[in-house]
């Protein structure tokens, strides 16, 4: 008997192939087959939001393959990921290969080994439809709002704008942020340490904590120094010596959000590029004589449970590689959020005795990176709990009490393996010498020290990820897009790694809060998602959600067109003049952004492009910017910084001219050639052009701005956004290939679906 299996990509093809035998053919769709038109809205609202599907431009070629390779097969197997997107996918080919066909089963692979593929395949099912509706009503509600609301945009702020119903929201958030930053009002406080010293090492200190039984509040520099002086001659003296034992337990394992936020902490890699490393990671790497081999479980899960198996399996290496004291009495169970749709296990390697680093040779350095991060996280989950001593120490001077606190590890338990990264970093708890109470101490200096509260920081990639998903706005599959989309669009931007809108963005943002206060609201948005899932699970129709959507969003929009005015930022004032006709010159808004303009237009039509801010407003050139990184420089370990040169910014050492280590900046993307990073580069004359970070072991360069995006047609990695004259296009970096789509329409798009992902 004949068999054929449809996946999406070319990689699991390789990695399938040496599970199943000669009987079965396995082809790749590259992804999705069938979509909305890109030339309309492709939804008809009159007939209940019927949705009209085209095959994708570019996949004719595939979708022929595809038929005629089924027509000679006795079975056809559908295996997309599993995943609501991988069900619709499934179900368009199915529609083009005559869905009510009995001979089309869907299948899938959480992970593809060898036991998981054989019992994914001896255990088929059909197409889920209430999967299919999800998705489908996903992307429904995504065009209503990209080609619905995005063409308000054009005509009230400025041409090409986008809307999308979650990235909009994901913007407010980031435009919220830095209101609160902008509102807040530093307050000074001051502190005081005294360095002390015991009858045995080391010196410590210890802080100010209380001022006769009050907690220490300083508030001036005046109040500081009186006690500082108060302090004089004073003697001090062990009080209370507080010991705790504590337990710290194991992070479970990997889910989407954690994994992305884990990986820009430490790697300060993007949603987006931690995303296509574990795609790859899951799909399959060539591991020598062991062939191609799926590495992890499949990455776009909100779930931490684990398989039994893969508890055993990890607590047999646990022992074996730490002893018996490292492994727990029982597996560790841990609790999914409530609104976890549990579909798919935790991340985590598809065997713990794939050790990092005995395949290490076999994988590029930013997938070594994360496998064996996974790898780490999930084994550390499954070991014991780690037992701290920590000591807190009072210390007596008069009516003033400082405090010491320090923590020794008693048994590291799964910390041997793992410790989890946090946002702020941590500080190192110090050592503090034996003590007993009553014992004095020398006084070896007292310090004060003068602070001010700061602000709610910036989000990064980590902390926006997280935010998201503690707000319920997306899922798993999304948050990567809607990441890349705000940035995209020029909504939002990162300095250091922290996002701040754009005054684009601001103004769009307040623009859609006003006006659409519902679809900008986070709890609509959550429970959007929530009414998603229960479409899923069959409780809700999905014309009825989309419908009782689009009802008051129609009206809203509708009431907004006829009403709203132009909407742009306020001229800005400077005191600079106009040199031809001598009147006040302006920081005024245009569709590129700010410039500055004469007020006597139209009658004096001055203009001047607004190279910064500051300048315009003092008339004198701003130093350079200066952007510290997490980054160390490998020559002498001073923290690395992005720094503004005549061509571009690029990352040096800070111990320059002492040190004149430099790189280019990453654009996040992986080199198609070697896996590098991309990095954006200018010419002698200052012509953008986009580079691999391996040069000159890897030569690729190219004009054109690269898009982390694989070609739907031969499925190369990478695409790149080509705009001549003649033609904007999102096209295939290979020649050969000829794959092309129009990106005007794109920019209409409501991008933050995880179509795509």
């Given at each position: 008997?004949?068999?054929?299996?449809?996946?999406?990509?070319?990689?699991?093809?390789?990695?399938?192939?040496?599970?199943?035998?000669?009987?079965?053919?396995?082809?790749?769709?590259?992804?999705?087959?069938?979509?909305?038109?890109?030339?309309?809205?492709?939804?008809?609202?009159?007939?209940?939001?019927?949705?009209?599907?085209?095959?994708?431009?570019?996949?004719?070629?595939?979708?022929k393959d595809l038929k005629k390779a089924a027509k000679?097969?006795?079975?056809?197997?559908?295996?997309?990921?599993?995943?609501?997107?991988?069900?619709?996918?499934?179900?368009?080919?199915?529609?083009?290969?005559?869905?009510?066909?009995?001979?089309?089963?869907?299948?899938?692979?959480?992970?593809?080994?060898?036991?998981?593929?054989?019992?994914?395949?001896?255990?088929?099912?059909?197409?889920?439809?209430?999967?299919?509706?999800?998705?489908q009503a996903r992307r429904v509600l995504d065009r209503?709002?990209?080609?619905?609301?995005?063409?308000?945009?054009?005509?009230?702020?400025?041409?090409?704008?986008?809307?999308?119903?979650?990235?909009?929201?994901?913007?407010?958030?980031?435009?919220?942020?830095?209101?609160?930053?902008?509102?807040?009002?530093?307050?000074?406080?001051?502190?005081?340490?005294?360095?002390?010293?015991?009858?045995?090492?080391?010196?410590?200190?210890?802080?100010?904590?209380?001022?006769?039984?009050?907690?220490?509040?300083?508030?001036?520099?005046?109040?500081?120094?009186?006690?500082?002086?108060?302090?004089?001659?004073?003697?001090?003296?062990?009080?209370?010596?507080?010991?705790?034992?504590?337990?710290?337990?194991?992070?479970?394992?990997?889910?989407?959000?954690?994994?992305?936020?884990?990986?820009?902490?430490?790697?300060?890699?993007?949603?987006?590029?931690?995303?296509?490393?574990?795609?790859?990671?899951?799909?399959?790497?060539?591991?020598?004589?062991?062939?191609?081999?799926?590495?992890?479980?499949?990455?776009?899960?909100?779930?931490?449970?684990?398989?039994?198996?893969?508890?055993?399996?990890?607590?047999?290496?646990?022992?074996?590689?730490?002893?018996?004291?490292?492994?727990?009495?029982?597996?560790?169970?841990?609790?999914?959020?409530?609104?976890?749709?549990?579909?798919?296990?935790?991340?985590?390697?598809?065997?713990?005795?794939?050790?990092?680093?005995?395949?290490?040779?076999?994988?590029?350095?930013?997938?070594?990176?994360?496998?064996?991060?996974?790898?780490?996280?999930?084994?550390?989950?499954?070991?014991?709990?780690?037992?701290?001593?920590?000591?807190?120490?009072?210390?007596?001077?008069?009516?003033?009490?400082?405090?010491?606190?320090?923590?020794?590890?008693?048994?590291?338990?799964?910390?041997?393996?793992?410790?989890?990264?946090?946002?702020?970093?941590?500080?190192?708890?110090?050592?503090?010498?034996?003590?007993?109470?009553?014992?004095?101490?020398?006084?070896?200096?007292?310090?004060?020290?003068?602070?001010?509260?700061?602000?709610?920081?910036?989000?990064?990639?980590?902390?926006?990820?997280?935010?998201?998903?503690?707000?319920?706005?997306?899922?798993?599959?999304?948050?990567?897009?809607?990441?890349?989309?705000?940035?995209?669009?020029?909504?939002?931007?990162?300095?250091?790694?922290?996002?701040?809108?754009?005054?684009?963005?601001?103004?769009?943002?307040?623009?859609?809060?006003?006006?659409?206060?519902?679809?900008?609201?986070?709890?609509?948005?959550?429970?959007?998602?929530?009414?998603?899932?229960?479409?899923?699970?069959?409780?809700?129709?999905?014309?009825?959600?989309?419908?009782?959507?689009?009802?008051?969003?129609?009206?809203?929009?509708?009431?907004?067109?006829?009403?709203?005015?132009?909407?742009?930022?306020?001229?800005?004032?400077?005191?600079?003049?106009?040199?031809?006709?001598?009147?006040?010159?302006?920081?005024?808004?245009?569709?590129?952004?700010?410039?500055?303009?004469?007020?006597g237009y139209p009658e004096c039509k001055t203009t001047?492009?607004?190279?910064?801010?500051?300048?315009?407003?003092?008339?004198?050139?701003?130093?350079?910017?200066?952007?510290?990184?997490?980054?160390?420089?490998?020559?002498?370990?001073?923290?690395?910084?992005?720094?503004?040169?005549?061509?571009?910014?690029?990352?040096?050492?800070?111990?320059?001219?002492?040190?004149?280590?430099?790189?280019?900046?990453?654009?996040?993307?992986?080199?198609?050639?070697?896996?590098?990073?991309?990095?954006?580069?200018?010419?002698?004359?200052?012509?953008?052009?986009?580079?691999?970070?391996?040069?000159?072991?890897?030569?690729?360069?190219?004009?054109?701005?690269?898009?982390?995006?694989?070609?739907?047609?031969?499925?190369?990695?990478?695409?790149?956004?080509?705009?001549?004259?003649?033609?904007?296009?999102?096209?295939?970096?290979?020649?050969?290939?000829?794959?092309?789509?129009?990106?005007?329409?794109?920019?209409?798009?409501?991008?933050?679906?995880?179509?795509?992902?």
């Amino acid at each position: 008997m004949k068999s054929l299996l449809i996946v999406e990509s070319p990689a699991k093809v390789k990695t399938l192939s040496k599970f199943l035998g000669n009987d079965f053919t396995i082809k790749a769709s590259i992804g999705h087959v069938k979509d909305l038109p890109k030339k309309d809205i492709g939804v008809d609202v009159e007939n209940n939001f019927t949705p009209t599907y085209v095959v994708i431009e570019g996949k004719e070629k595939v979708m022929k393959d595809l038929k005629k390779a089924a027509k000679a097969a006795d079975r056809v197997f559908l295996g997309p990921d599993p995943d609501r997107e991988g069900e619709a996918i499934a179900w368009h080919i199915a529609e083009e290969l005559n869905g009510d066909s009995d001979k089309l089963f869907r299948v899938e692979f959480n992970e593809i080994t060898e036991k998981a593929v054989t019992d994914a395949m001896n255990h088929p099912r059909k197409i889920n439809i209430n999967l299919v509706d999800a998705q489908q009503a996903r992307r429904v509600l995504d065009r209503l709002v990209g080609y619905k609301l995005s063409p308000l945009l054009w005509r009230k702020v400025r041409r090409g704008l986008s809307a999308g119903r979650v990235q909009s929201v994901a913007v407010r958030l980031v435009v919220d942020r830095e209101r609160e930053i902008e509102a807040f009002k530093s307050e000074e406080y001051w502190s005081i340490t005294s360095l002390l010293e015991a009858k045995e090492p080391p010196q410590f200190e210890a802080k100010l904590h209380q001022i006769s039984d009050r907690k220490a509040d300083i508030k001036n520099e005046e109040q500081a120094k009186t006690i500082v002086e108060d302090l004089t001659d004073k003697p001090f003296a062990v009080k209370k010596i507080e010991k705790k034992k504590r337990k710290r337990s194991p992070a479970p394992p990997f889910i989407t959000s954690t994994l992305q936020q884990d990986a820009a902490r430490k790697f300060r890699f993007t949603a987006k590029k931690t995303m296509m490393i574990a795609q790859r990671l899951y799909e399959g790497i060539e591991l020598g004589e062991e062939g191609p081999t799926g590495l992890i479980t499949y990455m776009r899960t909100d779930s931490v449970r684990t398989a039994t198996e893969a508890q055993n399996e990890a607590r047999d290496f646990i022992i074996k590689e730490y002893g018996k004291d490292y492994a727990p009495p029982k597996p560790p169970v841990y609790k999914s959020k409530k609104s976890a749709q549990e579909a798919h296990e935790a991340i985590r390697p598809t065997s713990v005795f794939r050790r990092p680093g005995d395949i290490k040779k076999f994988l590029e350095p930013d997938q070594y990176k994360l496998y064996k991060l996974i790898w780490e996280r999930f084994v550390a989950s499954q070991m014991e709990a780690a037992l701290l001593d920590q000591t807190s120490i009072d210390i007596a001077a008069d009516k003033y009490i400082f405090r010491a606190s320090g923590t020794v590890v008693a048994f590291p338990g799964f910390m041997t393996l793992y410790t989890e990264s946090t946002d702020n970093g941590k500080e190192e708890e110090a050592r503090l010498p034996s003590l007993s109470e009553g014992e004095m101490l020398r006084v070896d200096g007292i310090t004060p020290k003068q602070h001010f509260t700061q602000p709610p920081p910036r989000y990064t990639e980590a902390t926006l990820v997280r935010e998201l998903e503690a707000k319920g706005i997306g899922r798993p599959s999304t948050y990567a897009a809607i990441l890349s989309t705000i940035q995209d669009r020029k909504y939002a931007e990162k300095n250091d790694g922290k996002f701040k809108p754009t005054e684009l963005g601001s103004v769009v943002s307040d623009l859609l809060v006003e006006r659409f206060s519902e679809l900008m609201d986070y709890n609509f948005t959550a429970n959007m998602e929530d009414h998603l899932d229960k479409i899923e699970e069959g409780g809700y129709k999905w014309v009825d959600v989309v419908m009782d959507f689009y009802k008051p969003f129609d009206k809203d929009l509708a009431e907004a067109m006829a009403t709203l005015g132009k909407v742009k930022p306020e001229d800005i004032p400077t005191d600079q003049t106009c040199e031809k006709c001598g009147k006040p010159m302006v920081i005024k808004w245009g569709r590129h952004g700010r410039f500055i303009a004469c007020t006597g237009y139209p009658e004096c039509k001055t203009t001047k492009p607004l190279e910064d801010h500051q300048s315009a407003v003092s008339g004198q050139q701003s130093a350079p910017e200066i952007q510290e990184t997490d980054e160390k420089c490998q020559k002498c370990g001073s923290p690395m910084v992005i720094r503004t040169g005549r061509y571009g910014k690029f990352i040096s050492c800070s111990k320059y001219p002492e040190c004149k280590t430099t790189k280019a900046l990453s654009i996040g993307i992986q080199c198609p050639d070697d896996g590098g990073d991309l990095v954006e580069r200018r010419t002698k004359k200052g012509k953008l052009f986009y580079s691999c970070g391996n040069y000159p072991n890897c030569k690729f360069a190219t004009w054109y701005k690269p898009v982390a995006k694989p070609c739907p047609k031969c499925g190369a990695p990478v695409l790149i956004e080509k705009k001549t004259k003649k033609e904007e296009v999102l096209a295939c970096l290979k020649k050969e290939c000829g794959f092309k789509e129009d990106l005007a329409p794109s920019s209409m798009e409501p991008a933050d679906t995880d179509q795509g992902e």
